[in-house]
């Protein structure tokens, strides 16, 4: 009876763990996989970030006009994709996602505890940064987030130190982005000309 006992009383506890610790983990797990371009059959990392799809890489589709690689270096392509003007991130990304929305902005910072957290989560999220770091700078400073712009004078600046991503929102004077600091955990919002080149992060439609 107490060996049957002992049984009952161990699969109660073993069901209780897994409540209280497999179950969370399984609700929150960020789900992940890959998509493939069909235009030049790259492939790409997605991940889940509460109900949007991201591209956890950065997009490097080349366009005919409106994209470089930053300095013209192609050395730069792989790390860091290509940076675009804003006409033509409009239309880069693969058939089935876009440039996100400011609902999708606000969605993904609400998700990563707000603005001021989102920036440094994101980076930490980075699943291409993770596999390059130690690679590249065996200190984990890098990140392909920070993959700098071009300035609408053709010249490039910030690549490892900074990085801006478009968004779908045209204004007056330009149109929307999201901006990553290296060592800063906020999300920064900015309007920048049309015609600067920045990098395109697509979210499912």
């Known amino acids: 009876m107490k060996t049957s006992r002992n049984r009952f009383i161990h699969c109660v506890m073993m069901t209780l763990i897994s409540i209280l610790f497999v179950l969370p983990f399984t609700l929150n ?14 492939v790409y990392q997605w ?14 589709f080349s366009t005919q006009a409106g994209s470089w690689v930053y300095n013209n270096d192609s050395s730069n392509l792989e790390t860091f994709g290509r940076l675009y003007d804003w006409n033509t991130a409009s239309t880069a990304c693969p058939k089935g996602w ?7 902005l606000a969605s993904l910072m609400n998700t990563l505890g707000g ?3 989102a920036g440094g989560k994101l980076q930490q ?25 071009r300035h ?15 968004s779908g929102t045209s204004t007056n004077d330009g149109a929307t982005n ?3 600091a290296h060592g800063d955990k906020s999300l920064g919002l900015s309007t920048n000309d049309k015609g600067s080149g920045f990098s395109v992060r697509c979210v499912k439609k």
């Open 98 to 104: 876009n440039l996100p929305t400011a609902l999708d």
């Open 47 to 60: 991940i889940k970030i509460g109900n949007k799809i991201w591209m956890a890489e950065n997009l490097k």
């Open 178 to 180: 999201y901006l990553f």
């Open 152 to 166: 609408s004078d053709g010249t490039f600046t910030g690549i490892g130190l900074w990085g801006g991503y478009w």
């Open 115 to 117: 603005r001021d957290a």
């Open 29 to 42: 797990a960020q789900q992940e996989g890959t998509s493939k371009d069909s235009r030049d059959h790259r």
């Open 125 to 149: 999220m980075d699943t291409t940064n993770q596999k390059i770091n130690k690679k590249i700078t065996n200190t984990g400073a890098l990140s392909t987030l920070l993959g700098g712009i």
